[in-house]
């Protein structure tokens, strides 16, 4: 029988994970190097992976507590990166088959930008664009924009979903065909086929139309990370794929059901949406050898560096100031990351203590960590895909060039060799590799 194929794609973190950018092989700030992120984005094409996914903020995390005399953020790393919708049009003339996937926020953006910009991608890419849909976690982000507070969990998911069917609404703008370009008649294109969104909502009003013919994609591939119950359903409304942090795999099988039985309930195919959740594999030639470089990075790690790791999710609570090998405190909601939150108090409340949880979200900030031979986490990956856990995976780095080639030349292998991951690229856009449909355009008839 036939296995099931599974997705790849891969996370280009600023910095890594972990302590990663002191590793002795690092680059310590790959993101301000473009020559890094073509590199790393050519060994995923070289690897056949389905995209690189850039993650995002517009905002120093960290930077008002810095603001506050809080010197610690100045030993953390991960905090100056360039604007990867910048960098993605400029990877797309330098590669053929990758998707090419950004994060951008909807808290701080306007929808006719966005609708632009990927847009734009798409065409100069040929297909290969994909925005990753997200609400903004870092508190950081609202001093830049006017805010004193981040909007409040729910209304910056109402404005999402507002956002997203605007987009989509743009993208539409135009009918496939519609440019004439008839020189003989001077008819330009076909006004028939050009149609205004006019859309009046509870948070934008927008007329249109998009100055862009429609995407070779029909729409560019929309990503989607929210985990809370808010964040499930946004996905299910709106994502083609939905990255995703479980650890086991029966949480990942109550995950991926969920959401499939969601997506269904828009009308749509469970294998319309994808669930790709992240994984971060430390690999070596041996057991041995892979275990010693886990413990390489965690030796790198202070107690006060993995303790920031759950800065985010603390709801404010300084954690420091608690005994580190005792008990999480109890915590207030959070106005970030909630998914992530409830994961951190639920592995609190089976027993880990503070250091223990701090060093765990360090390492892959909440993602599932494996560490082994090529051959051990081939089989791992294999395992949730024909448990029904996953449909593939966004494969982490602790740090940048060496885990991701390391990657692509070990395990890639080992999984063609068992026949779970292809040879070769089956098609020239982002949506035909992932065996995605094309969207229907709202407007035709």
């Known amino acids: 029988m036939t296995k099931k194929q599974m997705k790849l794609g891969a996370y280009i973190s600023p910095g890594g994970h972990h302590a990663g950018w002191r590793h002795p092989e690092a680059h310590p700030n790959p993101f301000m190097h473009f020559e890094v992120l073509l590199e790393q984005t050519q060994a995923a ?14 905002g120093m995390g960290g ?4 603001a506050n005399g809080d010197a610690r953020r100045a030993f953390q790393g991960r905090c100056v990166y360039l604007e990867p919708l910048l960098v993605l049009p400029a990877l797309a003339t330098l590669t053929t088959n990758i998707g090419l996937i950004s994060t951008v926020t909807t808290t701080y953006n306007e929808p006719y930008h966005v609708a632009r910009h990927f847009s734009t991608i798409d065409h100069i890419s040929k297909g290969r664009a994909g925005w990753n849909l997200v609400t903004s976690q870092i508190e950081d982000e609202s001093w830049n924009f006017g805010r004193e507070q981040h909007l409040a969990h729910e209304l910056r998911y109402d404005r999402a979903t507002e956002f997203y069917d605007v987009v989509a609404g743009l993208w539409d703008s135009w009918e496939d065909g519609a440019l004439l370009l008839d020189k003989d008649s001077g008819h330009y294109f076909d006004a028939d086929k050009l149609h205004f969104l006019n859309h009046d909502g509870k948070h934008f009003r927008v007329r249109g139309p998009l100055n862009l013919t429609r995407a070779p994609q029909g729409r560019p591939v929309v990503a989607q990370a929210g985990s809370s119950n808010t964040g499930r359903e946004l996905a ?4 083609d794929i939905v990255f995703t942090a479980q650890l086991v795999v029966d ?19 469970a294998d319309s949406i994808l669930v790709m959740p992240g994984l971060l594999p430390i690999v070596g030639e041996t057991e041995a050898v892979a275990q010693r470089k886990f413990q390489d990075l965690q030796d790198m790690l202070s107690d006060e560096i993995a303790l920031s790791s759950l800065k985010l999710l603390s709801g404010g609570v300084d954690l420091s100031r608690y005994p580190i090998e005792g008990p999480l405190p109890e915590l207030p909601v959070t106005n970030a990351a909630r998914s992530r939150q409830a994961m951190l108090i639920d592995m609190a409340r089976k027993g880990m203590t503070i250091r223990q949880l701090a060093r765990y979200f360090a390492v892959g900030s909440g993602h599932n960590v494996v560490v082994g031979t090529p051959e051990q986490i081939a089989a791992h990956m294999e395992h949730w895909i024909s448990e029904g856990a996953a449909d593939g995976f966004n494969i982490m780095s602790p740090f940048m060039p060496t885990p991701l080639n390391a990657f692509v030349d070990l395990v890639i292998p080992e999984l063609q060799r068992r026949g779970s991951f292809r040879r070769d690229y089956e098609a020239s856009t982002l949506r035909g590799n992932l065996g995605l449909p094309t969207p229907r355009n709202i407007f035709e008839r």
């Not at 930077?63 to 810095?66: D, K, M, V």
């Not at 299910?236 to 994502?239: D, E, F, K, S, Y």
Request: without cysteine; proline residues 2%; hydrophobic residues 40%.
């Open 45 to 58: 094409e070289r690897g056949k992976m389905d995209a690189v996914f850039f993650p995002d903020t517009i």
């Open 63 to 66: 930077s008002t507590a810095l």
């Open 236 to 239: 299910a409304r709106t994502a």
């Open 251 to 269: 949480e990942a099988q109550s995950f991926y059901k969920d959401i499939k039985s969601r997506a269904a309930g828009y009308g749509r195919a």
